[in-house]
DNA sequence: CTTCTCCATGGAAACGATTCCATCATGGTT
DNA sequence: AACCATGATGGAATCGTTTCCATGGAGAAG
């Protein structure tokens, strides 16, 4: 366990004086002389600045901090990945945090990093506007990832709060200032990748389709009821909590409920995996008795017999152009990005029986 | 952006000195008097002590630095989260880095973890023993988890290295000062898991077994060789370098070179995925043509058709028990931990043909 | 030759915590 | 009454860096 040099080890072996080793070591001027010999010595004593000093000098931590609900869930491995080789690529270091889609953690994780004085911040939220309160308030760089955090002032009706939302996005701002939150946030294109999923059903034939959907996913509710048209069932749109057994739950009880309904888009792959699951288990035939469309491609989903169709949703660019953003923030106004979906056509979607 | 209050903040208000609140808020001595008053001033002017002093006289980065693969592997995912809840609960910060494998990239990324003085680890190591010198030279606290690193000394004859590991870690070290690293690890009993599928493939009438790996397994291939006996058809044993596609490659190879074999263990998720595929892209039926053994109990293994049979290992309790180990050094002198793993028996194998 | 400008340079102050050490008060013992 | 032990307390040093500012020298312009 030898001690690291630092930068007056190196000012003293240069000759030369600390702030002269400091500037040359962050590109400020000095003359070709000096340079070549600084940098000769910081070389030869293997001299790293400490993160440390600078850390507490410029008052904040680099890199960023990232928060998701679950790492066991693919989708967001996927933009884990993302963010960190946006990171890495960067030389910065990321400090991670699982919410279990617990907004109450999720407070606490935002907490520990303003402890930290992590300045930049990348999440999928679990909280609402006001979990993120004080992430904003005390300047942190937010930016959020696949979803946006639900609007409490908007509680008497989430559904309008959602198609709010799928408006923001598209950047026609309805009235700019009744979102009090600027935060530009990465996400899929919802709007799209949900109401092609529900023509594609449609065109098989398919009348009565369900929606399996999971926390945070209100645009994605929005999306399905303007997609498949007023009145909507309400019967036909159930929600598991987050996790693996209330997700199955969910589904079991929707097929249980509405033996009628022929098809089923799943809000997500944990969502999608369920819906597998319970059908299998209740002896439905996929696709013959219940067609299935879940949101994410993840890898397993190829090996699923049927193969399942899936509206694929590009994870890791999430995660990379998140990071991008948060990384950019102070040199440019960050604006918020929307990257587009694709219907993926295997075989868990047949024709109405 | 409101700037937070400091310590001195906090010992003016109370009118006492900065020391006397830093002894109060960590547990010092301090007259029940003050300790109130302090209290009561830092809770009314909402000061939380910020991590970059400390850290910056305390020479070290609170929290612990994770090191994994692939987080798109279900099987580092679940290792992450297990981590990360032991990391919440003392609520200490996690640094995340993923080395997709590559020895360089983890080797850059010790160099960042240096850099922010993280002196505690947990590593699903990629490198050998030479691109870890440095981290431990340093007196990092590094504990690895799943694996062991390479022994760059026994190139030579790696299987005798992994079987050397075998011995070491079941307590057994057959000459301790051998292996010059001293480093704790939670690991899996490949020994017992690979053994026990083996026996189950053997008893179901199998003779040829092969064996799908991917790097950093040389445990599970010494594992493999000792449970099947020798002499090992060494074109059974075939290696991808945990990519997705030289995954797929690997198995594709084996299924057409060796159409004699019956049976598969496949080291990994990610590998039994890639032998499902390519099962599936050669007209093989599983388990009517080829019966498949896979390492890692994933969600979606219950979904495959038929579902996999399973060695099962517990990648939770596995990043759980790292970070314990890793926050506990110091206290006590970390031991080396092995889980046991569990032969989940599905559909996917069955009487040789 | 003088003066002005510009650049390289180093000393020293910050940053916010912990911790050493000296001081002081209190209370008990001889 | 003098002395000592104990415990609370605050000042100041410290950690390693960046950055402000003053200084000094060299070159250009007058």
Redo the contacts between chains.
């Keep these: ?2 001690k ?1 040099a630092t930068i007056k080890d190196v000012a003293e072996a240069a000759g030369v004086g600390v702030a002269t080793v400091s500037r040359v070591l962050s590109g400020g001027s000095a003359s070709s002389h000096t340079r070549e010999r600084v940098l000769a010595v910081a070389a030869q004593l293997d001299y ?6 600078r ?2 000098r410029q ?1 904040r ?1 680099g ?1 960023m901090g ?1 928060l998701v609900p ?5 989708f967001y ?2 933009l ?2 993302g963010v ?2 946006c990171a ?1 690529s960067a ?1 910065e ?6 919410t279990g889609g617990d907004p109450e ?1 999720e407070a ?2 935002i ?7 992590v300045d930049r911040l990348i999440a999928v939220p679990s909280g609402d506007a006001e979990t993120w309160a004080p992430a904003i ?3 942190m760089t937010v930016v959020f990832a696949d979803r946006l955090p639900a609007q409490p002032d908007h509680e008497e009706d989430p559904a309008a709060a959602a198609a709010h939302d799928l408006l923001l996005l598209d950047g026609l701002s309805p009235a700019p200032q009744s979102r009090p939150m600027d935060v530009p946030a990465v996400v899929a294109d919802d709007r799209a990748g949900i109401r092609t999923a529900v023509r594609y059903l449609r065109g098989l034939g398919h009348k009565r389709i369900a929606f399996l959907g999971g926390p945070g996913q209100d645009r994605r509710v929005a999306a399905f009821g303007e997609a498949v048209g007023a009145p909507v069932d309400e019967e036909l749109v159930v929600f598991g909590t987050g996790s ?1 057994d209330s997700a199955y739950a969910a589904a079991s009880g929707l097929f249980q409920s509405r033996p009628d309904l022929s098809a089923v888009v799943a809000g997500g792959n ?1 969502l999608g ?1 369920a819906a ?2 319970a059908a299998r288990e209740l002896d439905l035939r996929v696709p013959r008795d219940v067609s299935l469309v879940m949101y994410d491609d ?3 989903a ?4 049927p193969p399942l169709t899936v509206i694929a949703q590009p994870g890791r660019d999430m995660g990379y152009r998140a990071a991008e953003l948060v990384l950019r923030a102070g040199t440019r106004r960050p604006r918020s990005v929307v990257l587009p979906t694709e219907l993926i056509i295997r075989g868990s979607c047949g024709p109405r029986r």
């Design positions: 366990m030898e690291r790293r600045p400490s993160a440390l000093g850390n507490l008052r931590t890199g990232l679950d790492l066991t869930d693919t491995g996927q884990a990945e960190l080789a890495r030389g270091p990321v400090m991670l945090g699982s953690q606490e994780l907490g520990m990093l303003l402890e930290q004085s308030r005390a300047g693996r944990v995996e597998v699951l993840v890898p397993w190829e090996l699923c017999s």
